[in-house]
């Protein structure tokens, strides 16, 4: 009741002196001997704070602390796992893109070094069957040259250079000439047309070679038509 009275009495000393509500008066200060403190008015209204309060505690014990309840911290905590799964999903995702750019690159690189490797393939098998022809004009010539036309022995020797040098382009485009007598037999490289029996030549090996194999940068382009030693029945 004490104090109701005294904001009375303050308000109708202010309305009477003219004073402007809207003014901060920090300097009025109204004792009350009932709470043994003083009240300041501000405004329109008093407020009551204690003199001897150290104003530095008093903030802090007026600062509300802050508070979550268990459903805001189960609603964030189920998103932060949205979040993390999705992020997870995102790594996987570009992980899986790298490594598929990765393999088309791959692919892309080995195509074009077998397109640059194997240009000349149909070219040379179109030249197996020349070289084919020059070995058999070679091996049709007896050893002995006794009694021979010297116009044949220089027609022979042309042959056998022409044979020489065709071989040595073949190589030099990365085609090698494979299948010997008496080399093991590979089924990789080989085909053996016929079986035959022969002592002087181990089982399993080459005894005849009826057309010669070539590869071309280690891809056969013509397997060697060969006749293999079988065991003695």
């Not at 209204?45 to 001897?52: A, G, I, N, R």
């Not at 189960?74 to 799964?85: G, H, P, R, V």
């Amino acid at each position: 009741f004490f104090n109701c009275k005294m904001l009375k009495v303050a308000r109708t000393f202010l309305v009477r002196r003219k004073i402007d509500f809207s003014t901060n008066y920090n300097h009025l200060l109204v004792p009350d001997p009932l709470l043994g403190a003083t009240k300041r008015f501000y405004g329109h209204s008093f407020k009551l704070f204690d003199e001897q309060k150290d104003p530095a505690k008093a903030v802090e014990e007026e600062t509300p602390e802050p508070c979550e309840s268990k459903e805001e911290t189960s609603d964030l905590s189920a998103q932060i796992q949205k979040l993390e799964k999705e992020l997870a999903d995102q790594k996987a995702k570009v992980v899986y893109t790298l490594a598929e750019m990765e393999n088309v690159r791959s692919i892309s690189r080995r195509d074009a070094e077998n397109a640059r490797k194997f240009a000349v393939q149909g070219f040379a098998k179109s030249l197996l069957d020349v070289a084919d022809n020059l070995s058999r004009a070679i091996e049709a010539v007896p050893e002995s040259k006794e009694n021979m036309d010297p116009v044949f022995i220089n027609l022979v020797e042309g042959v056998k250079m022409t044979e020489s040098q065709l071989h040595k382009v073949f190589a030099s485009n990365g085609l090698t000439k494979f299948g010997e007598k008496g080399d093991p037999f590979d089924p990789n490289l080989h085909d053996a047309l016929f079986e035959y029996e022969d002592e002087s030549i181990p089982l399993g090996h080459i005894g005849q070679v009826l057309k010669a194999g070539y590869q071309l940068n280690g891809r056969v382009i013509r397997a060697a038509q060969v006749g293999c030693v079988k065991k003695d029945k």
